[in-house]
C-alpha cells in the first residue's frame, strides 16, 4: 500500500457506479471475483502506483466473492477507505469477506423480495388497466431506486469507513480477527446443513436367516454418535486442503464430488 494519491469523492461515485460490473466475468470457479477486481480497478490503480503492488492488488482482489450488487458499493467504499489509510491487506480482506454473506442476504431479500414483486405488482395493474406506458415506467422506477440504494450505500461505506478508521484503527486487527471468526462459523454451518453424506452399510449379527428379525449394527448411527455431521465435515475440510494445498479450482471439485457421489452410491456405501 503506497497510500500516496488521495482518493476523492469523485472516486467513490465512479467505483458506485461501476458496481454495475460486478456480474461481468461471472463464473463457477470464483464466482464474483474477477468483477470485484473490475469494479475497484480504478481506485486500486490509483491507491497503488508502482506497477507490482497494483498487479499484486489486483490479483488478490479476484478471489471468490459473492455477494449482492445493490449492496456492493458499501463494501467498496469500506475498502476504499481502508487501503487509502494504509489497513495491512489481510484485515481488508477479513472484513471484505465477514460483510460478504450478510450483506448478500439482506440485499437479496430487498431487492428480490420486496422490491421487484412490489413494483411488477403495481405496474403490472396499470398495464392491465390498459396504461400502456406501465412497462417503461416499471424499468424507470425500479432502476431508480435500485442506483438510489446503490448510491446510499456507497456514501454510507465512505462515512461509516472514515468513521472505523478513526476510531477503530487500533482495534481493526481484533475485528478482522472476529470477523474471520464468524465467517468460519458461518461456512461450517452451512457445511454441516447443506452437505449430506450417508453410508448406507449396515452390519447384521450372526449369520443373516431370512424371516427372523436379527439385530444390526448401522455405521452411520454409529458416526451420528461419535459426531453429528462428521463425513461432512470430513468432506469439507478434504475440498479445503485441496483448494489450500494442492491449488484444485472450483471445476476440479465439482468433477470430484460428481465422481465420488456416482460412484459410491453405486456401490452401496453412500446413500
Do not use: C
Not at 466475468?25 to 470464483?30: D, I, K
Not at 474477477?34 to 497494483?54: C, E, Q, S, W
Not at 499484486?56 to 449492496?71: G, I, R, S
Not at 481484533?174 to 454451518?189: E, P
Request: net charge positive.
Amino acid at each position: 500500500m503506497t497510500g500516496s494519491n488521495k482518493l476523492t469523492k469523485k472516486d467513490y461515485l465512479k467505483t458506485t457506479l461501476r458496481s454495475y460490473y460486478l456480474q461481468n466475468g461471472f463464473n463457477y470457479s470464483n464466482y464474483q471475483g474477477l468483477g470485484y477486481a473490475l469494479v475497484m480497478y480504478p481506485a486500486l490503480r490509483k491507491i497503488h502506483v508502482n506497477d507490482t503492488d497494483f498487479a499484486a492488488a489486483l490479483k488478490d482482489n479476484t478471489e471468490f466473492y459473492n455477494t449482492n450488487p445493490q449492496l456492493l458499493p458499501f463494501i467498496t467504499s469500506l475498502h476504499m477507505v481502508m487501503a487509502e489509510e494504509g489497513t495491512p491487506e489481510a484485515e481488508i480482506r477479513g472484513i471484505k469477506m465477514a460483510l460478504m454473506g450478510p450483506l448478500a442476504g439482506i440485499g437479496d431479500s430487498l431487492s428480490q423480495f420486496a422490491i421487484a414483486p412490489l413494483f411488477s405488482t403495481i405496474f403490472a395493474s396499470l398495464a392491465m388497466e390498459g396504461v400502456t406506458i406501465a412497462p417503461v415506467l416499471f424499468l424507470l422506477v425500479i432502476n431508480i431506486v435500485l442506483f438510489s440504494i446503490r448510491y446510499t450505500m456507497g456514501h454510507y461505506g465512505h462515512k461509516v469507513g472514515t468513521s472505523i478508521i478513526d476510531k477503530l484503527s487500533e482495534k481493526m486487527e481484533v475485528i478482522s480477527n472476529a470477523a474471520n471468526i464468524i465467517g468460519v462459523t458461518v461456512i461450517a454451518g452451512l457445511a454441516a446443513t447443506f452437505v449430506k453424506m450417508n453410508v448406507k452399510i449396515a452390519f447384521a449379527a450372526g449369520e443373516i436367516q431370512e424371516g427372523v428379525n436379527q439385530s444390526t449394527v448401522n455405521i452411520q448411527a454409529l458416526l451420528d454418535k461419535v459426531a453429528p455431521a462428521l463425513l461432512p465435515m470430513l468432506y469439507t475440510g478434504l475440498m479445503y486442503y485441496l483448494i489450500k494445498k494442492k491449488g484444485w479450482n472450483t471445476y476440479k471439485l465439482v468433477l470430484l464430488t460428481v465422481v465420488l457421489g456416482i460412484g459410491l452410491s453405486f456401490l452401496g456405501i453412500l446413500g
